[in-house]
């Protein structure tokens, strides 16, 4: 059962810290795309953000100090594409806090998504960890906001249960999925055996909402003690509400420790569901 959600909490940031995250402190972090030149002439690139070799996220700084994000996926098109996040943020963005889109080019073989920046900092941000459990709680009621801003009858982005099982079926049968990058309560399976778990433990009804899709501690911006605004929205969708809130509070153990896990779902306004939690945390592992 759904509960109402109170009030924020308090946030305090603290002054800055080096912030051990920060992937320009790595030995050697990649040399910005020429692409980026021709799509920003005149503004300084530093790498923000890389999960994986082909899409990176580079912070622009513009002549007058004026900020933008640019994503650049090169080696051609992967789920989620560029294009369909540009087509979820303008969708989003009367409803939502999310970056305006600048631009979307395709240059060659590379695509490049470039956004307005958001004020706050993401929520991995050494300058919050002062107090995990009013960040947990911050996060908690920023996911709740998130779905309660529009109805998900309004939404053109469908994942509902059948079409993520036909998604994942798609990527079991094309070989699209390596089982070296799931996580370890995971690591047992193969992706035939994890879709066959998916089919068998499939929840027999959905509460659908309208979904961030990756809702993590990175995608999430703070400031002044709230969610200022939502970013990496490619798989936006109208879901069930546990595709967020199990993978909500899965990274909340992730990134804080799994203790305060419980707090997340008290602070979003719900009891655990252990069946759902397992099935959309597997889910989560083959999609993309």
Known sequence: ????????????????????SDPMDSPDPPAPPPELDQIAPGWTA??????????????????????????????????PTLRGEAERIVWAAPYLPVPKV?????????????????????????AWRSDLPALVQALGRGLRSFHD????????????????????EERVRSDDIDPAGFHEEHSHLTPAR??????????????????????????VLLGEGRVTGYVDLGELGAADRWWDVAIG??????????????????????????ARIRFFRLLYDLVS
Request: hydrophobic share 40%; with cysteine; aromatic share 10%.
């Open 1 to 20: 059962m759904l509960r109402a959600v109170p009030g924020p909490p308090t946030l305090q940031r603290v002054p800055d810290p080096p912030d051990p």
């Open 46 to 79: 530093s790498l923000a953000w890389q999960l994986i070799p082909d899409l990176t996220t580079w912070r622009l700084t513009g002549p007058d100090r004026a900020m933008r994000f640019a994503k650049v996926a090169t080696g051609g098109q992967r789920y």
């Open 102 to 126: 600048v631009a979307l080019e395709d240059l060659g073989s590379t695509t490049i998504l470039l956004t307005e920046a958001l004020p706050g900092r993401d929520a991995t941000h050494a």
């Open 149 to 168: 801003a529009v109805g998900e009858e309004w939404c053109p982005f469908r994942f509902d249960l059948a079409r993520a099982l036909a998604h994942v």
């Open 194 to 219: 994890a879709l066959a778990e998916l089919e068998s433990t499939a929840p027999d009804d959905e509460d659908l909402v309208v979904c961030h899709g990756d809702f993590c501690p990175p995608n």
């Open 249 to 274: 509070a899965w990274s909340v153990g992730w990134n804080f420790g799994q203790e305060l896990e419980p707090l997340f779902y008290e602070s979003y306004g719900l009891a655990p569901d252990p």
